[in-house]
Nanobody, 122 residues
């Protein structure tokens, strides 16, 4: 199993970024996926998750209405569209495979990527 994130970078407050996570080594379309983030000195925090189809998603309250998770099963890729970014969104963003649906607990995710840095600053 391999998960590789991309798309991070430096963006001004109010800006947008789209993160991608390319998956390989497993039947991607059969698994729920999630995004987490970790800021310096803080614990890893749940951001969003998506079921095997695009019809079921859920979000942390801190990003609801600003971030959108989606997936393309044909490309084995999950995305995180981030709009109206704030300085407090600065973190390393990780994608992960869920072994239990409907949870934001990191312990319920069994494989993780190495992360991509997102910095929101003027």
């Amino acid at each position: 199993v391999q998960l590789v994130e991309s798309g991070g970078g430096l963006v001004q407050p109010g800006g947008s970024l789209r993160l991608s996570c390319a998956a390989s080594g497993f039947s991607f379309s059969s698994w729920a996926m999630g995004w987490f983030r970790q800021a310096p000195g803080k614990e890893r925090e749940f951001v969003a998750a998506i079921f095997w189809s695009n019809s079921n998603t859920f979000y942390a309250d801190s990003v609801k209405g600003r971030f959108t998770i989606s997936r393309d099963n044909a490309k084995s890729t999950v995305y995180l569209q981030m709009n109206s970014l704030k300085p407090e969104d600065t973190a390393v963003y990780y994608c992960a495979r869920a072994n239990t649906w409907g949870t934001g607990n990191p312990r319920d995710y069994d494989y993780w990527g190495r992360g991509t840095q997102v910095t929101v600053s003027s």
